[in-house]
């Protein structure tokens, strides 16, 4: 710190000791040239005179100064300086009563002469600054190196200012010289032209001057130390770089302009705590390590287990920050909770039994379970990411409430074992995966998970083992596997849990184990995998006993394992397992064909993707004649009967003969996905032709209705930049044929004959299902409007069409469900995190349907899927359209979905939580870096012109979910209640793209007498009006000229201190400019004293000429000349009395003749007006007399009588 190098070591009685030496002896009358002191007497006097201007500069010397300067003026005296003189006269004019009549007398030998060097004329510091402003001085300005640090600093920054350069190198200072004699260690920047590298190619030179600053150590504790008229130049430099403050910039350099919003993007340390956290458990030292199946037969257990939701983690200030005007936030929650028993209310018909009434609510019942069982994958949506739980405590997991109460009776129904011939014990398989999954999806991506909070999470079976609870556990193992924690799992532990041979937690663990370690190839995952797929282990290895939708669930793994490899061998596995057949000793698989076909499609997608182009070291494999063929039908071939080990691999199996031809019912759907995946965005007119839907009768009856939606889905993953969010692209693509035929009632028209309207129909609902699934992939967690409009257009056509039973029977109410559903999935897709009240709506109203035909499980889970996605992790979250997540959101929303609850017949449940690497944190969070709250915020966003739209700006508020960061040019605060803050350039958006990745939280300040927008929504309250004493909306209206109204009322007589003060504070205040209130009250200080000190009225000559010559003057010119107009009057007064005569005829002599002053009086006016220098009239040809004379503001008689005088 300056401060501390620069404050003295001794008393001011030790300086008392330094007149002494200087002092000659009253018994010599002359100097002896011999004597050393003699010798050097000029170098010791212009050292003492550096440091007595250095310590003139840190306010913290004000008590010393009058000592130094009384010894120095003396020696000047002697030294004949009469510069040098009237430079401690103007600092202390009480020094020109002291008789120096002794010291006049004297004088040095001839011999010891003035050095050439030695600079005879000279300038305070407070007219060195100013004159740098003007022009660059005229004589040498000397320093002494590594010590007269603030003088160096202070002349570099005005000499900066004055040349308006913007780089150090270009900074001229050749009349600032280090002194010759003087030694120093070289090794400063300033003699090794450090500051020449650091501080070059800078954007203006307010920003030249601010790292300048930072770079000599320059802090608010140095500049509070200074006088206050040059700290004004500081302060304007402070000012305007508050406002272009650079991510770039040193911590120092921020903290100085007080940019700790900005200092916070790079050291997120500064970020105060948010009050907008990850939820923890709100148990406190109540047990939580029960499973919930079992709460209701304990009734140990405390009431307050019981009653959690899961939803209880939700960051619920975000929420109601977003969505505070309604109540959809609440409406959510109660659509996704699981663990209360469901309202019956049905009315017993008089013909109705008992009997039959109680089954018929067990048939209510189920269907309402149906919907119950659908809600975890939901749930863990909208809790993803939002829990921190404690390393003591386990995770709470919800519980599947499969129970309802019969209204208004309220008496309890329970499922029976044979309602509709399903066993009740085994509808929750699946669900208490799922819920599972959403309890662990719900932990937050900085928890802390190791292998004993893992293992400490494990149910504890007493009696006999649960499949619910295992199964739960099994999802709660999946979702630490997609979040990546399961690495952090003992290897040992791991093979604790697959020898036990569980089905479910042999999938959690297999899916999430390859999930976390996705496209990293790590070869102990593909060993696991490997010991599950037996078409990777040798031919002659003993066969095991995996379950089938274990085997479904390793090939997946590795799928992701070599995501976006292009790994030949397990490319051509992949390829091979898309047709492969049942084992001969397989028994009970041949429901889960599909489903496994469909893996091995899914799994080679996420391997080839984007790879089509370039098969290099692959086109023996022949992928894409292989998935035509197994898309299309027809006869195998040889190589496709070979396994991938080489060996004939194709055997009877026990339960399915397979012929020579292909069977596509089973391989169709994995080949299309696959070839579409593998030729994504290859625009390949072979492949697209082969994904051309059948244009006659003839041919669309050949193909599958189901199928054409997923070929549909492949021709536009391979035209993928086509893809544009228009009803007239997504109808683009229905042949002629179709789009005749579809939906016309067949007794209105002769032209129906021999035309299939219900396969029209059909092809109809599934191709534009298919291009509405394809525009959901493409605009994902955009909220494009286009897209949005598009698909709410199809979802509410097919909502129409499902209210007419004629139009029903000819797509059949299965088709025409998933259409809907899959509509509006993709609708939710683009507006994931949105929280869209309108797809709320459509979302509330079909979860509303109970008992309807064909209405199942998986419709409930789409539903609840779509109504989750719009608030995806607490609204933090958003999906990702980028094409390496495309594999992931197929898989996780593929338009196929379960009958009923343990339905893996064509998509395995398990994968529908994949989405969870799909998800990017894109919410930006404003916090108040003063406060550490939440806050709104205006954004206005610039996005990059592209092929589709130009560049275009809109405005919006965050919190906010933003766009893709690849798409937006700038992201700026523009806002005149916080600080402005930028992001243009790649490096400032990869601040942002860091920051989302965090918490999102954006570091914003606000103003000085600005309230925040909850608040004070419309501006119109603030701190400062509140305290004012006029009209609050006199003031908002023009707030900024409020001092200078308020001057015009208020005349100089009527002006005190607290007046002065009061406008003092409103303007500073009003601009943030709080550090000029000291400014603001020295001034007054200074104007209304009995006593003007010399240095004091010095910095109001600063003062003045800053003012005139400033580029930004950071001070009120109303609040100065009010102030400086008292202290001219008050001047007048004694200038313009008959008694000041004698005292204005020296202070022209001084002027003219430069005869040194010897009143107080006179000195004080030279210290006022330091414009009048000595022999300035002589001089400069602006000044004269007459000139002089109004300067010193007199009236025409004493202007005259001073004038006769001088012609006399």
Same mark, same amino acid.
Not at 106 to 114: F, R, T
Not at 373 to 385: F, K, N, S
Not at 910 to 919: E, I, K, M, T
Not at 1060 to 1089: C, M, N, P, W
């Given at each position: 710190?300056?401060?501390?190098?620069?404050?003295?070591?001794?008393? @001011?009685?030790?300086?008392?000791?330094?007149?002494?030496?200087?002092?000659? %002896?009253? $018994?010599?009358?002359?100097?002896?040239?011999?004597?050393?002191?003699?010798?050097?007497?000029?170098?010791?006097?212009?050292?003492?005179?550096?440091?007595?201007?250095?310590?003139?500069?840190?306010?913290?010397?004000?008590?010393?100064?009058?000592?130094?300067?009384?010894?120095?003026?003396?020696?000047?005296?002697?030294?004949?300086?009469?510069?040098?003189?009237?430079?401690?006269?103007?600092?202390?004019?009480?020094?020109?009563?002291?008789?120096?009549?002794?010291?006049?007398?004297?004088?040095?030998?001839?011999?010891?002469? %003035?050095?050439?060097?030695?600079?005879?004329? +000279?300038?305070?510091?407070?007219?060195?600054?100013? /004159?740098?402003?003007?022009?660059?001085?005229?004589?040498? =300005?000397?320093?002494?190196?590594?010590?007269?640090?603030?003088?160096?600093?202070?002349?570099?920054?005005?000499?900066?200012?004055? /040349?308006?350069?913007?780089?150090?190198?270009?900074?001229?200072?050749?009349?600032?010289?280090?002194?010759?004699?003087?030694?120093?260690?070289?090794?400063?920047?300033?003699?090794?032209?450090?500051?020449?590298?650091?501080?070059?190619?800078?954007?203006?030179?307010? !920003?030249?001057?601010?790292?300048?600053?930072?770079?000599?150590?320059?802090?608010?504790?140095?500049?509070?130390?200074?006088?206050?008229?040059?700290?004004?130049?500081?302060?304007?430099?402070?000012?305007?770089?508050?406002?272009?403050?650079?991510?770039?910039?040193?911590?120092?350099?921020?903290?100085?302009?007080?940019?700790?919003?900005?200092?916070?993007?790079?050291?997120?340390?500064?970020?105060?705590?948010?009050?907008?956290?990850?939820?923890?458990?709100?148990?406190?030292? !109540?047990?939580? &390590?029960?499973?919930?199946?079992?709460?209701?037969?304990?009734?140990?257990?405390?009431?307050?287990?019981?009653?959690?939701?899961?939803?209880?983690?939700?960051?619920?200030?975000?929420?109601?920050?977003?969505?505070?005007?309604?109540?959809?936030?609440?409406?959510?929650?109660?659509?996704?909770?699981?663990?209360?028993?469901?309202?019956?209310?049905?009315?017993?018909?008089?013909?109705?039994?008992?009997?039959?009434?109680?089954?018929?609510?067990?048939?209510?019942?189920?269907?309402?379970?149906?919907?119950?069982?659908?809600?975890?994958?939901?749930?863990?949506?909208?809790?993803?990411?939002?829990?921190?739980?404690?390393?003591?405590?386990?995770?709470?997991?919800?519980?599947?409430?499969?129970?309802?109460?019969?209204?208004?009776?309220?008496?309890?129904?329970?499922?029976?074992?044979?309602?509709?011939?399903?066993?009740?014990?085994?509808?929750?398989?699946?669900?208490?995966?799922?819920?599972?999954?959403?309890?662990?999806?719900?932990?937050?991506?900085?928890?802390?998970?190791? +292998?004993?909070?893992?293992?400490?999470?494990?149910?504890?079976?007493?009696?006999?083992?649960?499949?619910?609870?295992?199964?739960?556990?099994?999802?709660?193992?999946?979702?630490?596997?997609?979040?990546?924690?399961?690495?952090?799992?003992?290897?040992?532990?791991?093979?604790?849990?697959?020898?036990?041979?569980?089905?479910?937690?042999?999938?959690?663990?297999?899916?999430?184990?390859?999930?976390?370690?996705?496209?990293?190839?790590?070869?102990?995952?593909?060993?696991?995998?490997?010991?599950?797929?037996?078409?990777?282990?040798?031919?002659?290895?003993?066969?095991?006993?995996?379950?089938?939708?274990?085997?479904?669930?390793?090939?997946?793994?590795?799928?992701?394992?070599?995501?976006?490899?292009?790994?030949?061998?397990?490319?051509?596995?992949?390829?091979?397992?898309?047709?492969?057949?049942?084992?001969?000793?397989?028994?009970?698989?041949?429901?889960?064909?599909?489903?496994?076909?469909?893996?091995?499609?899914?799994?080679?997608?996420?391997?080839?993707?984007?790879?089509?182009?370039?098969?290099?070291?692959?086109?023996?494999?022949?992928?894409?004649?292989?998935?035509?063929?197994?898309?299309?039908?027809?006869?195998? %071939?040889?190589?496709?009967?070979?396994?991938?080990?080489?060996?004939?691999?194709?055997?009877?199996?026990?339960? =399915?003969?397979?012929?020579?031809?292909?069977?596509?019912?089973?391989?169709?759907?994995?080949?299309?996905?696959?070839?579409?995946?593998?030729?994504?965005?290859?625009?390949?007119?072979?492949?697209?032709?082969?994904?051309?839907?059948?244009?006659?009768?003839?041919?669309?009856? %050949?193909?599958?209705?189901?199928?054409?939606?997923?070929?549909?889905?492949?021709?536009?993953?391979?035209?993928?930049?086509?893809?544009?969010?228009?009803?007239?692209?997504?109808?683009?693509?229905?042949?002629?044929?179709?789009?005749?035929?579809?939906?016309?009632?067949?007794? &209105?028209?002769?032209?129906?004959?021999?035309?299939?309207?219900?396969?029209?129909?059909?092809?109809?609902?599934?191709?534009?299902?298919?291009?509405?699934?394809?525009?959901?992939?493409?605009?994902?967690?955009?909220?494009?409007?286009?897209?949005?409009?598009?698909?709410?257009?199809?979802?509410?056509?097919?909502?129409?069409?499902?209210?007419?039973?004629?139009?029903?029977?000819?797509?059949?109410?299965?088709?025409?469900?998933?259409?809907?559903?899959?509509?509006?999935?993709?609708?939710?897709?683009?507006?994931?995190?949105?929280?869209?009240?309108?797809?709320?709506?459509?979302?509330?109203?079909?979860?509303?349907?109970?008992?309807?035909?064909?209405?199942?499980?998986?419709?409930?889970?789409?539903?609840?899927?779509?109504?989750?996605?719009?608030?995806?992790?607490?609204?933090?979250?958003?999906?990702? @359209?980028?094409?390496?997540?495309?594999?992931?959101?197929?898989?996780?929303?593929?338009?196929?979905?379960?009958?009923?609850?343990?339905?893996?017949?064509?998509?395995?449940?398990?994968?529908?939580?994949?989405?969870?690497?799909?998800?990017?944190?894109?919410?930006?969070?404003?916090?108040?870096?003063?406060?550490?709250?939440?806050?709104?915020?205006?954004? !206005?966003?610039?996005?990059?012109?592209?092929?589709?739209?130009?560049?275009?700006?809109?405005?919006?508020?965050?919190?906010?979910?933003?766009?893709?960061?690849?798409?937006?040019?700038?992201?700026?605060?523009?806002?005149?209640?916080?600080?402005?803050?930028?992001?243009?350039?790649?490096?400032?958006?990869?601040?942002?793209?860091?920051?989302?990745?965090?918490?999102?939280?954006?570091?914003?300040?606000?103003?000085?007498?600005?309230?925040?927008?909850?608040?004070?929504?419309?501006?119109?309250?603030?701190?400062? /009006?509140?305290?004012?004493?006029?009209?609050?909306?006199?003031?908002?209206?023009?707030?900024?000229?409020?001092?200078?109204?308020?001057?015009?009322?208020?005349?100089?007589?009527?002006?005190?201190?607290?007046?002065?003060?009061?406008?003092?504070?409103?303007?500073?205040?009003?601009?943030?400019?709080?550090?000029?209130?000291?400014?603001?009250?020295?001034?007054?200080?200074?104007?209304?004293?009995?006593?003007?000190?010399?240095?004091?009225?010095?910095?109001?000559?600063?003062?003045?000429?800053?003012?005139?010559?400033?580029?930004?003057?950071?001070?009120?010119?109303?609040? =100065?000349?009010?102030?400086?107009?008292?202290?001219?009057?008050?001047?007048?007064?004694?200038? $313009?009395?008959?008694?000041?005569?004698?005292?204005?005829?020296?202070?022209?002599?001084?002027?003219?003749?430069?005869?040194?002053?010897?009143?107080?009086?006179?000195?004080?006016?030279?210290?006022?007006?330091?414009?009048? +220098?000595?022999?300035?009239?002589?001089?400069?040809?602006?000044?004269?007399?007459?000139?002089?004379?109004?300067?010193?503001?007199?009236?025409?008689?004493?202007?005259?009588?001073?004038?006769?005088?001088?012609?006399?």
């Amino acid at each position: 710190m300056l401060d501390d190098e620069l404050r003295p070591e001794k008393s @001011s009685d030790e300086y008392t000791k330094v007149k002494r030496v200087v002092q000659i %002896s009253d $018994n010599h009358q002359k100097s002896d040239s011999q004597t050393p002191m003699a010798q050097h007497v000029h170098a010791v006097f212009l050292i003492l005179h550096l440091c007595y201007e250095e310590m003139k500069l840190n306010q913290a010397f004000a008590k010393t100064l009058g000592t130094i300067a009384e010894v120095l003026a003396q020696l000047s005296v002697f030294l004949k300086l009469k510069d040098y003189t009237i430079i401690y006269l103007k600092d202390f004019p009480h020094l020109s009563s002291l008789d120096y009549a002794y010291w006049t007398n004297l004088s040095l030998n001839p011999k010891v002469s %003035s050095p050439t060097w030695f600079p005879s004329s +000279t300038q305070s510091m407070p007219q060195l600054l100013t /004159s740098i402003l003007g022009c660059k001085p005229s004589h040498t =300005v000397y320093y002494l190196p590594d010590t007269t640090l603030r003088i160096e600093s202070l002349v570099k920054l005005y000499s900066i200012y004055s /040349s308006k350069c913007t780089s150090y190198a270009e900074l001229d200072t050749g009349f600032l010289q280090p002194l010759p004699f003087a030694s120093h260690s070289g090794c400063s920047q300033t003699s090794q032209g450090g500051f020449s590298e650091t501080l070059s190619d800078c954007s203006s030179t307010e !920003e030249l001057m601010l790292l300048y600053m930072c770079a000599r150590g320059m802090d608010q504790l140095t500049i509070d130390s200074l006088p206050f008229g040059c700290t004004l130049l500081l302060y304007e430099i402070i000012y305007s770089c508050q406002s272009d403050a650079k991510t770039s910039w040193p911590h120092s350099a921020l903290a100085l302009i007080k940019r700790f919003d900005i200092a916070a993007l790079s050291n997120p340390a500064l970020l105060p705590v948010s009050k907008c956290t990850p939820a923890t458990s709100d148990l406190g030292e !109540e047990p939580t &390590r029960v499973m919930m199946h079992t709460l209701y037969a304990n009734p140990d257990i405390p009431k307050k287990v019981k009653q959690l939701d899961g939803l209880e983690v939700l960051d619920n200030k975000i929420l109601k920050m977003r969505w505070s005007k309604d109540l959809r936030l609440e409406e959510v929650k109660r659509c996704l909770n699981s663990n209360q028993p469901v309202k019956i209310t049905l009315q017993q018909r008089p013909e109705v039994s008992d009997h039959q009434f109680i089954e018929q609510k067990q048939r209510h019942l189920l269907a309402l379970c149906q919907r119950t069982m659908a809600l975890p994958v939901g749930r863990g949506m909208l809790t993803l990411h939002c829990h921190k739980p404690a390393l003591t405590e386990t995770l709470h997991i919800p519980i599947l409430c499969m129970s309802g109460k019969s209204y208004p009776t309220q008496s309890s129904v329970e499922l029976s074992n044979d309602a509709h011939n399903q066993a009740a014990n085994r509808l929750t398989v699946w669900p208490s995966f799922h819920n599972g999954a959403a309890a662990g999806l719900g932990l937050d991506k900085d928890a802390e998970v190791d +292998t004993a909070w893992i293992l400490y999470n494990k149910p504890r079976l007493i009696e006999k083992p649960e499949m619910n609870l295992i199964s739960e556990h099994a999802g709660f193992l999946f979702a630490l596997g997609i979040n990546g924690y399961l690495n952090n799992l003992a290897r040992l532990s791991l093979h604790d849990y697959l020898i036990k041979g569980h089905e479910m937690t042999a999938i959690g663990i297999l899916l999430g184990l390859s999930a976390s370690m996705r496209g990293t190839m790590d070869i102990a995952t593909v060993r696991l995998l490997t010991i599950h797929t037996p078409s990777l282990l040798p031919p002659s290895s003993t066969r095991l006993d995996i379950a089938h939708s274990t085997k479904i669930a390793a090939l997946v793994g590795l799928g992701l394992v070599y995501y976006s490899s292009a790994h030949r061998h397990i490319a051509g596995v992949l390829l091979h397992e898309i047709d492969h057949t049942p084992d001969i000793v397989s028994k009970g698989v041949t429901d889960d064909r599909e489903s496994y076909s469909l893996a091995a499609g899914l799994a080679l997608g996420m391997v080839m993707i984007g790879k089509g182009a370039d098969m290099i070291g692959l086109h023996d494999l022949n992928i894409a004649n292989r998935l035509n063929l197994l898309m299309t039908g027809g006869h195998r %071939s040889a190589d496709m009967s070979k396994g991938p080990q080489g060996a004939t691999s194709r055997a009877n199996s026990e339960q =399915v003969f397979e012929g020579e031809l292909i069977n596509v019912d089973v391989t169709g759907a994995g080949a299309t996905i696959a070839l579409g995946l593998t030729y994504f965005n290859t625009k390949s007119n072979i492949v697209c032709d082969w994904l051309k839907l059948p244009q006659s009768q003839y041919l669309l009856e %050949s193909v599958r209705p189901d199928h054409l939606q997923l070929r549909t889905l492949a021709h536009a993953l391979v035209t993928w930049e086509t893809v544009l969010p228009t009803v007239e692209w997504v109808e683009s693509y229905v042949p002629p044929i179709v789009a005749q035929n579809a939906f016309k009632p067949s007794g &209105r028209n002769d032209n129906c004959d021999g035309i299939d309207l219900e396969t029209h129909s059909q092809a109809y609902c599934y191709i534009i299902s298919g291009r509405c699934f394809a525009v959901g992939l493409r605009f994902a967690g955009s909220s494009n409007k286009s897209a949005y409009d598009t698909l709410l257009f199809f979802t509410r056509k097919w909502l129409t069409i499902y209210q007419k039973p004629l139009l029903i029977e000819q797509s059949g109410r299965h088709v025409l469900e998933n259409t809907l559903c899959t509509c509006l999935l993709s609708l939710a897709m683009v507006m994931s995190g949105s929280g869209d009240l309108e797809v709320l709506r459509l979302c509330r109203y079909l979860r509303t349907r109970i008992a309807v035909p064909l209405v199942t499980y998986g419709s409930h889970l789409a539903i609840h899927m779509a109504l989750s996605l719009l608030f995806l992790g607490s609204g933090r979250y958003t999906l990702s @359209s980028k094409p390496e997540t495309l594999p992931l959101l197929i898989a996780a929303f593929f338009p196929r979905f379960p009958v009923h609850s343990n339905d893996n017949r064509y998509h395995l449940q398990a994968l529908r939580h994949l989405y969870v690497q799909a998800v990017e944190p894109r919410l930006l969070l404003p916090i108040d870096i003063d406060t550490g709250e939440a806050c709104y915020v205006p954004l !206005e966003i610039t996005f990059k012109a592209t092929q589709y739209y130009e560049a275009f700006t809109y405005m919006t508020y965050a919190p906010k979910i933003l766009p893709d960061l690849d798409l937006i040019k700038k992201i700026e605060i523009c806002d005149n209640r916080y600080w402005p803050m930028k992001f243009t350039d790649e490096n400032n958006l990869k601040c942002i793209r860091k920051l989302l990745n965090g918490r999102g939280s954006l570091a914003v300040k606000r103003r000085s007498g600005h309230f925040p927008y909850a608040v004070d929504p419309k501006g119109v309250i603030g701190a400062v /009006s509140r305290a004012m004493l006029l009209n609050t909306e006199s003031f908002a209206s023009n707030h900024n000229s409020f001092a200078s109204q308020h001057l015009l009322y208020l005349s100089k007589a009527q002006v005190n201190e607290r007046s002065f003060l009061y406008l003092a504070t409103r303007e500073a205040i009003s601009k943030d400019q709080s550090e000029l209130l000291s400014v603001y009250h020295k001034l007054f200080q200074i104007v209304t004293g009995d006593e003007w000190n010399g240095t004091d009225l010095q910095q109001l000559y600063m003062l003045v000429r800053y003012m005139n010559d400033s580029r930004s003057c950071v001070v009120n010119p109303n609040l =100065v000349e009010l102030a400086l107009e008292l202290a001219r009057e008050a001047n007048c007064q004694r200038l $313009n009395s008959s008694t000041s005569i004698g005292c204005l005829e020296a202070l022209i002599e001084y002027a003219v003749d430069g005869r040194v002053p010897t009143n107080q009086d006179i000195v004080r006016h030279l210290a006022l007006y330091s414009d009048i +220098t000595r022999c300035c009239v002589e001089s400069s040809q602006d000044v004269n007399i007459p000139v002089l004379l109004a300067i010193l503001h007199l009236n025409h008689e004493t202007s005259t009588q001073l004038l006769s005088n001088r012609s006399k």
